[in-house]
């Protein structure tokens, strides 16, 4: 099984990592807002074709938002017509974000995307366009996601930042009115492998790490693991103003993959596991 991964930043990195025949195409090699650039995949003919590239950082989308719906949402586009051109299964990453923050439960599948934020509409008019353009495919929506890796363009992750400032800062004060489901790409990979080889039902899927937390609990969460001794304060979104409005609730329940076999462990354990790897703990 072919599979070409667009993006190699923080989930691409460690998607390359999982697959075996894997043609990993970075931003130098495919531009998902070129049709012509895009069709590099007609000549590679994989079987499956992962979009990872994204325009994610969220507070610059509310002023860029013609590039953000460039890369969001005609990028997704031009992927979903040359992958049934060329019958592969199209895999669009969307978020967490085409959610209102309404709900005071975990997000399932089945609930109606109300996004608030530039990022988020972008992300759900991708799914629309791999939706209703793709013979074959699969919406998957992540959550908070630290790897590795880092995102590009975000210089790290929240894991990294948070242990970084607590090497330089007398107090950190951390938003603790806004619930996530904290997502360990590698984790996300594995799944995302799963639902491709069980040959899952086309679709949209979660996939986050088991339960969810607010962030200064994932931050509180960081520093017991890593034993970092830290002043943390925990302070409400009003106190922390950003440009984009960011939603109340965006956890995702993964009740749905769990159903098909494909169980993710808890954040928690997660996020022990990514310590582990970076080095921060043995």
């Not at 970075?26 to 007609?42: A, F, Q, R, V, W």
């Not at 992540?142 to 107090?171: C, D, H, P, R």
């Not at 937390?213 to 830290?230: D, K, P, V």
């Amino acid at each position: 099984m072919k599979v070409a991964i667009i993006g190699v930043g923080q989930l691409g990195s460690d998607l390359i990592k999982v697959f075996e025949d894997v043609i990993p195409l970075t931003h130098n090699e495919i531009e998902i807002t070129d049709y012509s650039s895009c069709e590099i995949l007609k000549e590679i003919k994989p079987h499956v074709v992962i979009n990872t590239a994204a325009y994610h950082r969220t507070d610059e989308c509310e002023i860029n938002t013609e590039k953000t719906l460039l890369v969001n949402s005609l990028g997704a586009r031009n992927i979903a017509k040359i992958s049934s051109d060329v019958g592969a299964i199209n895999i669009f990453i969307s978020t967490d974000y085409v959610f209102d923050g309404a709900k005071k439960t975990p997000y399932t599948e089945d609930d109606a995307p109300n996004p608030i934020n530039s990022y988020g509409v972008s992300k759900y008019a991708g799914e629309l366009f791999t939706k209703y353009l793709s013979e074959k495919y699969y919406i998957i929506r992540v959550s908070s996601l630290f790897g590795v890796a880092g995102a590009s363009g975000k210089g790290g992750n929240f894991v990294e930042t948070m242990i970084s400032k607590a090497k330089s800062e007398y107090e950190l004060r951390v938003v603790n009115d806004i619930t996530i489901s904290p997502t360990y790409t590698m984790d996300a990979s594995m799944a995302i492998k799963q639902i491709i080889e069980k040959k899952l039902p086309f679709g949209v899927y979660h996939v986050a790490n088991d339960g969810f937390c607010t962030w200064y609990e994932f931050a509180r969460e960081i520093f017991e693991i890593a034993n970092i001794s830290a002043r943390l304060s925990p302070i409400t979104s009003d106190e922390y103003p950003t440009k984009a409005k960011r939603p109340k609730n965006s956890a995702l329940s993964v009740e749905k993959i769990k159903s098909y076999g494909i169980n993710m462990r808890n954040w928690k354990e997660a996020l022990r596991a990514y310590l582990v790897e970076k080095g921060h703990i043995s």
